[in-house]
């Protein structure tokens, strides 16, 4: 398999042969004992034809300056399978964080989303599964806390979530002063009692599955 835009290498299944990321700071962080890295983009892979079984793409094509380009290039060097990990928008909206406090916030995240309608076209005939949140992610992504809602109130755990961060602060802040407020007084607690019984949540996650 090879891993596009890999990062430090966090979801990087052991059988990855090769990890294809531009930004030579993530690859530093990836471990001495994963896949070796090329510092490329996606849109332009230097990686030969059908030089893999699989290729995988891991909450990074809203990166990408040209995802039509990317995604052939996956089919170009993956000789079986294509696998995305990525959100519908549409879904995520609905999650209460931005639909009762934040809408500045999904106002970011629908710019910034991939629609699964263009990646539907660009690979005909492709799966997509959803893929629910456990109630207790170790992940810091940004609905990893949907059970968790002082989570968000940590400046800690909000800079790593880039939707937040590309949101315009004034928004962000009279929102998360609502969120602080409705957690204090338990009025969060009341009106999302069906979520605390949930042990996972579809929030828009979502793997699309193609052949290559
Ligand atoms: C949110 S991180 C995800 C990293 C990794 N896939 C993971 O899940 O841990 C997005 C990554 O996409 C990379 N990226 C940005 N533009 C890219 C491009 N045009 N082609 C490939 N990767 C890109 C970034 O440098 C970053 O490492």
Redesign the pocket.
């Known amino acids: 398999m090879v891993?596009?835009?890999?990062?430090?290498?966090?979801?990087?299944p052991v059988v990855t042969v090769a990890a294809?990321?531009?930004?030579r700071?993530?690859i530093a962080q990836r471990p001495p004992s994963a896949a070796p890295a090329v510092q490329?983009?996606?849109?332009r892979l230097p990686l030969r034809d059908d030089c893999a079984d699989a290729a995988?793409?891991?909450?990074?094509l809203?990166?990408?300056?040209?995802v039509a380009a990317?995604v052939a290039e996956m089919r170009r060097v993956a000789r079986r399978r294509l696998v995305l990990?990525t959100w519908d928008a549409q879904a995520f909206a609905s999650f209460w964080l931005l639909s009762e406090y934040l809408p500045a916030a999904a106002e970011t995240d629908a710019a910034l989303a991939v629609p699964l309608a263009l990646l539907s076209e660009l690979l005909p005939g492709a799966e997509i599964r959803s893929v629910p949140v456990p109630h207790d992610c170790t992940d810091g992504?940004g609905a990893a806390y949907w059970r968790r809602p002082a989570a968000y109130l940590d400046p800690a755990v909000r800079a790593g979530m880039?939707m937040l961060a590309r949101t315009n602060p004034e928004s962000l802040w009279q929102g998360l002063g609502r969120l602080a407020e409705d957690v204090r007084t338990g009025r969060w607690q009341d009106s999302h009692g069906d979520l605390l019984g949930l042990d996972s949540l579809d929030i828009g996650y979502r793997l699309v599955i193609a052949s290559s």
């Open positions: 891993n596009i835009g890999a990062g430090s290498g966090s979801y990087e294809v990321e531009p930004s700071v993530m490329a983009i996606a849109e995988l793409a891991v909450l990074t809203h990166h990408w300056s040209d990317g990990f992504f880039s």
